[in-house]
């Protein structure tokens, strides 16, 4: 039972490159959140999805994309990377709105 | 939208010693989890727990949703038991967490 998955683990990007971090959950959950990590503080949202072909932004979308066309699959697209954008990104996904959220392994990300 | 803010932001321990995390949300919840980030970055599922009790070995945690606050309680700390811990909030319908800044705990032998 892999639960969320992320790929790549680790990356270095160039400024103004572009990457796709992929996130899949075999969980058959319905919500899917995409969250970033600073150093020293907490997550914050970057976008959701609530169920497949829907998508809406969170606290921080400027500078990124993403689709949901299956349940499973939840991919965040960095266009023109900056290097604000270095950061840990987590994917996470819950059945519903108020139940358990449960979490990727992460993606550790610097734009240089 | 709901503010989270966790108290103490960084404790020491001596191994053996117990522990009371606090977590402080600012509007009523249909969710609030805990978590342990390990030194490795990931983020381990402690517990669910919008209201009520529950305990997991060493482990227990409370939430008062009608005073709104969440405790996580550590007994008999252990080495392991080092990292950042995090409460996270929900309430809306799009089921998305709002999280504290985290309580950094140190555990020393």
């Known amino acids: 039972n892999a639960g969320v998955t992320q790929t790549p683990k680790f990356h270095i990007l160039k400024i103004g490159q572009s990457m796709t971090l992929q996130c899949t959950q075999d969980?058959?959950?319905?919500?899917m959140y995409w969250y970033r990590q600073d150093p020293g503080m907490g997550l914050k949202l970057i976008y959701y999805s609530v169920g497949a072909g829907i998508t809406d932004k969170g606290e921080v979308p400027n500078g990124y994309n993403v689709s949901r066309s299956t349940t499973e699959d939840f991919p965040l697209r960095l266009e023109l990377a900056a290097p604000s954008q270095t950061s840990v990104y987590f994917c996470?996904?819950?059945?519903?709105?108020?139940?358990?959220?449960?979490f990727g392994q992460g993606t550790r990300l610097t734009v240089v | 939208g709901i503010q989270v803010e966790q108290s103490p932001p960084d404790l020491i321990l001596q191994e053996g010693a117990n522990s009371t995390l606090r977590c402080n949300f600012s509007d009523s919840v249909n969710n609030l989890q805990w978590f342990h980030q390990n030194p490795w970055g990931q983020l381990i599922n402690l517990f669910y727990i919008p209201s009520g009790t529950k305990q997991n070995g060493r482990l227990s945690a409370t939430t008062v949703a009608t005073e709104r606050y969440s405790l996580l309680y550590i007994s008999s700390s252990q080495t392991t038991d080092s990292g950042v811990y995090f409460c996270a909030a929900g309430g809306g319908s799009q089921g998305n967490l709002i999280f504290g800044k985290g309580t950094k705990l140190s555990v020393k032998p």
């Open positions: 996470a996904s819950s059945r519903g709105a108020s139940t358990e959220a449960f």
């Open positions: 969980m058959n959950h319905n919500y």
